[in-house]
């Protein structure tokens, strides 16, 4: 038997590993846009000290939508890596 052969098959044995190791690959890149945002924010502010007033203020509100972006599909990640882990028990 080919070791894809067998690894599908010990998969289909086990689901409940399956989803668990499919939310731990949702919770770890939810929470890496988390702290990469976290980061990219304070650089951002940083930077934003050392631009002209009136460049600033633009320069801002694309990094605040970007910011939010971010956030919001972190979120999403992680929301989903919960709800997979909670359906994984019942499994």
Not at 75 to 87: M, N
């Amino acid at each position: 038997m080919f070791p894809l052969q067998a690894a599908w098959l010990y998969y289909l044995e086990n689901p409940a590993l399956v989803l668990n190791g499919l939310a731990l690959f949702f919770a770890v890149n939810g929470s890496w846009l988390w702290i990469a945002t976290q980061l990219r924010s304070s650089l951002g502010r940083q930077r934003l000290a050392t631009l002209p007033a009136s460049d600033s203020d633009l320069s801002l509100q694309r990094d605040q939508r970007i910011n939010r972006l971010f956030y919001s599909v972190g979120a999403v990640c992680l929301t989903l890596a919960l709800v997979l882990t909670l359906i994984s028990t019942r499994v």
